[in-house]
T-cell receptor, first 112, second 115 residues
Framework: NAGVTQTPKFRVLKTGQSMTLLCAQD?????MYWYRQDPGMGLRLIHY???????AKGEVPDGYNVSRLKKQNFLLGLESAAPSQTSVYFC???????????FGNGTRLTVT | QQQVKQSPQSLIVQKGGISIINCAYE??????FPWYQQFPGKGPALLIA?????SEKKEGRFTISFNKSAKQFSLHIMDSQPGDSATYFC??????????????FGPGTSLSVIP
């Protein structure tokens, strides 16, 4: 039982490149989230999903897109990476809207 | 009004001492206050949580104290150990009329427990 698994763990992109971050969960949870973590700013919600086939915007959605084609997977895409997107990205899952959040171990992304 | 303030930014405590991290909020609609613990290279993990109708909750060496009138809550770690060295985030949940209950995280406190 791995919980929430994120791939890749590290990635370096050049400005303008695109990439997709994959989150997979084996807990059969309905809710999934993408957060970014920056020093001194805590965790900020990018996008979330309340079930298969649904997505919604969080606090900082600009420059990102998501898809939830299967219940267990939640993908975060960057179409044209910018240096401001240098961050650590965390995926989380929750059984329902009532928490708690179960986090993956993060993807460290650097955009040069 | 949606902010959660957290202090101190960093904290150094001797082994066996008490670590205290404070948080404050403005929104009286917040209805759930979790604390998350994060070790280097790992994701945050739920440590302990409290609802505003309770003034204190204790789990082992970890205690949340909640002051509803002051809109403040704090985490106390008794008998702090080097293994407690981590970053701690307080958070608050605001129930929404949408399908998502907004969770606001504080900026985090880096705790170092020295032998």
């Amino acid at each position: 039982n791995a919980g929430v698994t994120q791939t890749p763990k590290f990635r370096v992109l050049k400005t303008g490149q695109s990439m997709t971050l994959l989150c997979a969960q084996d807990m059969n949870h309905e809710y999934m989230y993408w957060y970014r973590q920056d020093p001194g700013m805590g965790l900020r919600l990018i996008h979330y999903s309340v079930g298969e086939g649904t997505t919604a915007k969080g606090e900082v959605p600009d420059g990102y897109n998501v898809s939830r084609l299967k219940k267990q997977n939640f993908l975060l895409g960057l179409e044209s990476a910018a240096p401001s997107q240098t961050s650590v990205y965390f995926c989380a899952a929750a059984r329902d809207r009532h928490l708690p959040l179960h986090f993956g171990n993060g993807t460290r992304l650097t955009v040069t | 009004q949606q902010q959660v303030k957290q202090s101190p930014q960093s904290l150094i405590v001797q082994k066996g001492g008490i670590s205290i991290i404070n948080c404050a909020y403005e929104n009286t609609a917040f209805d759930y206050f979790p604390w998350y613990q994060q070790f280097p290279g790992k994701g945050p993990a739920l440590l302990i949580a409290i609802r505003p109708d309770v003034s204190e909750k204790k789990e082992g060496r970890f205690t949340i104290s909640f002051n509803k009138s002051a809109k403040q809550f704090s985490l106390h770690i008794m008998d702090s150990q080097p293994g407690d060295s981590a970053t701690y985030f307080c958070a608050a949940r605001s129930p929404m009329k949408t399908s998502y209950d907004k969770v606001i995280f504080g900026p985090g406190t880096s705790l170092s427990v020295i032998p």
